[in-house]
T-cell receptor, first 111, second 117 residues
């Protein structure tokens, strides 16, 4: 079955770059997503990448996809305290378009 | 443009009771999915509705049922509640299964927090 794994915690200093990593097992994944969840809130779609791309940039966010290694990363440049949240990686296997989520990475940004 | 809206935001139920949660999808979306997110976990897929029918289902018992209305809104019903059903229930909407070129972007509501005591 599908499996998405992420490290549980990441701590960075304000102004530094954050890199959140994710691995997935389903080689037929079509779309891969990054969502952000602030305390007590729902999931906010940050960005997504189609499986035929290897990079996508959107302002401070850069997504890198290594399809061979089934590795996805999210880089946040100039990390701010407002970026503190849980970040979820999700993939969708071919045909289903039902995202499978990892357990989330808790990003802590300290001054 | 209203996003995905869910109600109620919080509720407390007793074991054995039944609960109904409601969701209105983002404008222009016709597909609704429900997820359960237990504390400290990622969202787990319950089922998806499209054209008023259940299209796919995750690994959840029959106590979990749903419905989609002609206006695309949806309900999630859980019968015979267990303590383990306590979780955040998230509704997600998207624009249909076949629009690959749209990125099939999936938007979530703020969720309904269910506590079973």
């Amino acid at each position: 079955g599908e499996d998405v794994e992420q490290s549980l915690f990441l701590s960075v200093r304000e102004g530094d770059s954050s890199v959140i990593n994710c691995t997935y097992t389903d080689s037929s994944s079509t779309y891969l997503y990054w969502y952000k969840q602030e305390p007590g809130a729902g999931l906010q779609l940050l960005t997504y990448i189609f499986s035929n791309m290897d990079m996508k940039q959107d302002q401070r966010l850069t997504v890198l996809l290594n399809k061979k290694d089934k590795h996805l990363s999210l880089r946040i440049a100039d990390t701010q305290t407002g970026d503190s949240a849980i970040y979820f990686c999700a993939d969708t296997s071919g045909g289903s378009y039902i995202p499978t989520f990892g357990r989330g990475t808790s990003l802590i940004v300290h001054p | 443009d209203a996003g995905v809206t869910q109600s109620p935001t919080h509720l407390i139920k007793t074991r054995g009771q039944q609960v109904t949660l409601r969701c209105s999808p983002k404008s222009g979306h016709d597909t609704v999915s429900w997820y359960q997110q237990a504390l400290g976990q990622g969202p787990q897929f319950i089922f998806q509705y499209y054209e008023e029918e259940e299209r796919q289902r995750g690994n959840f018992p029959d106590r979990f049922s749903g419905h989609q209305f002609p206006n695309y809104s949806s309900e999630l019903n859980v019968n015979a509640l267990l303590l383990g059903d306590s979780a955040l229930y998230l509704c997600a909407s998207s624009s249909g299964l076949d629009r690959v070129d749209s990125g099939n972007t999936i938007y979530f509501g703020e969720g309904s927090w269910l506590t079973v005591v």
